[in-house]
Structure formats: C-alpha cells, structure tokens
C-alpha cells in the first residue's frame, strides 16, 4: 500500500502535462492570430507569441490583459500604464533569453553536461540572444541607431533582467528535475514542462527588476506602432 502513492504520481502528472500542453497549442494558435490586429511592435508580437509558447494559458491571459487593444484607437492610453509597460520589458526579456536558455538546456542534456556546466551554457547562451538579437538588433533604432550604440546600452539592462530570470529559474530546474528523473532529456514532455515551469518562475522574479528599469528609462515597455510605421511615444503612469 505505501507504494501506490508513488505509481499513481506518473499517471497525474502525465495528465498534468497533457492537459498543460493542450491548452499551450491552443493559447498560442490564439495569441499568433489575434495578436496581428494589435498596434504592437513586430519584436513584441513575436515576443508574446514565444512566451506564450513557454507559459501556455498564462501568456495569452497576460496579452489579452496587458497588450491587446481594448477598442479602436485605444492602445497607446491602455499600454502606458506602468505595471503594463513593465509587463512588455518583462514579456521582451523572457522570451528572448528563453531562445537561449531552452537550446543551451537541450544541448547541455544531449552533451550529458554537470548540472553547473549546464546551467553556466544556459545562462551564456541565453544572455548572448538576449541582448544580441532582441535587444541590441531588434531594438537598435530605439537604443541608439546603430548595432555597437545598441549593444553598449543594452548591456547593463539585459544583464540585471537576465540575472533575475536566471535566479527563479535555477531553483526550479534543480529541484524538478532531481524530483523527476525522466525529465532530464529534451526526448521527453517532463523536460519541456519543467522548462516552461522554470521560465514561468523566471518571469516573475524578473517583472520587479523589469520595473525599475523601465521607471529609470532603462529599459522600454509596451510600444504602439500603427498602420505605416508610426509609433508615438508612450507616457508611462
């Protein structure tokens, strides 16, 4: 009898992730569709899309909350409230780094690297797409005008946003995957489910920092761009 806690934990938790993948294809297809209509910049929409990817339901919740236009016309009044601008500096963060840390946890695995060496690729894998190509690229004309301006002060925002992603993600991968055994290899749903878990941790120990940031104009938030290219400035409450 004391063994059937242990067998029945499998078939719960399989369930657990069926249904969290489910509705994660789901929310994305939603998201991916939808989100075309937004006056949003290009780099946000994918950005919601990837996170949305790695959070499921919870991402779309979170676009439909914090960046979805409410009415025509209205996008630039919703989005430039502070909690919402801090919400798309978190949102940018995330799902950049995420790009990185997901391919260095898959290459770690398959390399059978010690956990620090896995971690320590996650981390540089997902600080360099972090703040080489969501940052310093796809933000260039915002953040000086030029890749090398871009880099240089994109460099201490990635660096504090990515660091705070990293210390909720950590704790999480080492205690589920200790706790799952199955979930070591990317072959496997558990991995992809303790990586969207981790990240989703992540964000939420990142969105403080992200709003400091972004109150210190350290950082950029929600944006709106309309039909032809124009995007107004936004007065942050």
């Known amino acids: ?58 991402g779309a919740f979170l676009y439909v909350l914090g960046c979805r236009e409410p009415l025509p016309g209205t996008h630039e009044q919703y989005v430039s409230a502070r909690w919402r601008q801090a919400l798309g500096s978190t949102m940018h963060c995330v799902a950049g780094d995420g790009v990185g840390i997901l391919v260095g946890a898959v290459v770690g695995s398959l390399l059978a690297l010690p956990r620090l060496g896995e971690i320590a690729l996650e981390y540089v894998l997902g600080f360099g797409f972090g703040w080489a190509i969501f940052q310093a690229l796809f933000m260039k004309d915002m953040a000086g005008g030029t890749y090398r301006k871009a880099m240089a002060s994109t460099f201490l925002p990635e660096l504090i946003s990515m660091n705070m992603l990293m210390s909720g993600m950590v704790p999480v991968m080492v205690i589920a995957m200790k706790a799952i055994p199955r979930s070591h290899h990317p072959s496997s749903p558990a991995f992809w489910f303790v990586m969207s878990m981790a990240l989703l941790v992540g964000a939420v120990v990142a969105y403080p920092a992200n709003w400091w940031l972004v109150s210190n104009h350290l950082k950029h938030g929600m944006m709106t761009v309309r039909p032809g290219g124009s995007m107004p400035g936004v007065t942050v409450r």
């Open 1 to 58: 009898m004391a063994d059937l806690p242990a067998e029945g934990g499998v078939p719960m938790l399989d369930g657990v992730m069926l249904l969290w993948f489910l509705l994660t294809a789901a929310s994305v297809a939603f998201v991916a569709i939808d989100i075309r209509s937004t006056p949003e910049s290009p780099v946000m929409k994918w950005g919601f899309v990837l996170v949305t990817a790695y959070s499921g339901p919870i």
